[in-house]
C-alpha cells in the first residue's frame, strides 16, 4: 500500500485498487501525467487520506511467468494492507475506487473481512466502493472471459490460474459474488455502491472489455465514462467530465457520512406540559413545531395573530 496523501487531521480514508495488466499509478495516469489520485483528489478532498493498492495484477508477461496468485490472495493481500494503514480502527471510514479486476479483489477483501475477527474492522469502516468497470457476474461473464483472452492473446506468460477466475464457470468467481450479494443484503451491513461502465469499445475486433450490464449491480446507481476499459480511469484534469462524476458520488457520500455524525439540527424541541387530559396536573412531554405541518390528520386554514399556533399532541 502506498499513501499518496496524508493531511494532518484526515478524517477519510480512500484506497485505489487497480485492475488488469495495471499497477498502483499507471492505471490512473493520462498520457498527459495527469495522475489524479495525487494531482486532484487532495484538492478536492483535502481531509481524505489517499492510498494506492499494488498487486501483480499482469495475467499476462512478456518474457517472465507471471504471479500464480489466485483472486483470494489478492484479497487477502488487500484487506490486510488496508488493515496495517488503518492506525486507529472503528473511527476512519474507507471508500474503495476499484477499477475491473481490482473489483473482484476488492470484494474479496470485504467478504474476508466479514468472517475474519481481526479484519472485521474493515467492514466495519468501509462505506462505499466505486466500480469501474468490473464484471460482476451473470451470464455476460462468458463473453468477458472470451474478451479478456482475445485481448492478451498477443503476449506470453499467461497467469493461467487468473484466467480460470475470469471463465464463467470459476468456482472462486460465483462465491465471491454469492457472498458479496448476499453481505449488501443484510440490515447490519451498510455500504455504499456505484457503478461506473465504459462507453467506448477498445476497437472493432475486441469490442468492450467489460459489457454494460456486466459492469452493473441491479439495485444500485450506475453511469458511463466517455472512454474504453483502459482509459476510463484516467483524466486530462479537472474539467474532465469522467473525473467530475467520481468527484460528485466521492462528495456525495463524504457529506452523507458527515452529516449523520453531526449531533441534530432541527429546531423541533420538547417543552414540558404540566397539565394532562383530566385536568390533573403531571408531567407529560409534547413538541413545538416551527414550521408548517401536513399530514393525514391535519386541518389546514388554521390561523392565529402573530402567525403561531401552539398545538398539542398526545
Avoid at 119 to 137: D, E, K, M, Y
Avoid at 210 to 226: F, G, H, Q, R
Wanted: charged share 20%; proline share 4%; aromatic share 10%.
Amino acid at each position: 500500500m502506498k499513501v499518496i496523501a496524508d493531511p494532518p487531521g484526515a478524517v477519510i480514508d480512500i484506497v485505489f485498487v487497480h485492475g488488469l495488466t495495471g499497477n498502483r499509478e499507471k492505471a490512473w495516469t493520462h498520457r498527459n501525467g495527469n495522475f489524479w489520485p495525487r494531482d486532484l483528489l487532495p484538492e478536492d478532498f483535502p481531509r481524505a487520506r489517499i492510498m494506492t493498492f499494488g498487486y501483480d495484477a499482469d495475467v499476462v508477461r512478456f518474457w517472465t511467468i507471471a504471479s500464480s496468485n489466485r483472486l483470494h490472495d489478492h484479497g487477502k493481500s488487500l484487506a490486510y494492507s488496508v488493515l496495517s494503514q488503518h492506525a486507529m480502527p472503528g473511527t476512519r471510514p474507507i471508500i474503495f475506487i476499484a477499477h475491473s479486476l481490482g473489483g473482484l479483489v476488492c470484494k474479496e477483501a470485504l467478504v474476508l473481512s466479514d468472517k475474519r475477527d481481526d479484519l472485521r474492522s474493515i467492514l466495519t469502516n468501509a462505506v462505499g466502493i466505486i466500480f469501474l468497470g468490473t464484471p460482476h457476474g451473470g451470464s455476460y461473464l462468458a463473453g468477458w472471459g472470451a474478451t479478456v483472452v482475445k485481448y492478451v492473446n498477443i503476449f506470453r506468460g499467461t497467469n493461467r490460474e487468473i484466467l480460470k477466475n475470469l471463465q464463467p464457470g470459476s468456482s472462486d468467481l460465483q462465491r465471491v459474488e454469492e457472498d458479496f450479494q448476499h453481505m449488501l443484503r443484510r440490515d447490519d451491513v451498510s455500504l455504499k455502491v456505484y457503478c461506473f461502465y465504459e462507453a467506448l469499445r477498445m476497437n472493432d475486433a475486441i469490442g468492450k472489455i467489460v459489457e454494460t450490464e456486466s459492469a452493473k449491480l441491479a439495485a444500485y446507481d450506475n453511469c458511463s465514462i466517455n472512454a474504453d476499459h483502459r482509459n476510463m480511469t484516467k483524466f486530462t484534469g479537472r474539467a474532465d467530465e469522467g473525473y467530475g462524476l467520481i468527484r460528485g458520488v466521492l462528495s456525495r457520500w463524504i457529506q452523507d457520512y458527515e452529516s449523520r455524525l453531526r449531533p441534530s439540527s432541527a429546531t423541533n424541541s420538547p417543552v414540558k406540559n404540566e397539565s394532562t387530559k383530566d385536568g390533573s396536573q403531571g408531567s407529560t412531554t409534547s413538541y413545538v413545531f416551527n414550521g408548517p405541518i401536513s399530514g393525514r390528520y391535519v386541518i389546514s386554514g388554521i390561523q392565529a395573530a402573530g402567525g403561531t399556533v401552539n398545538l398539542s399532541f398526545s
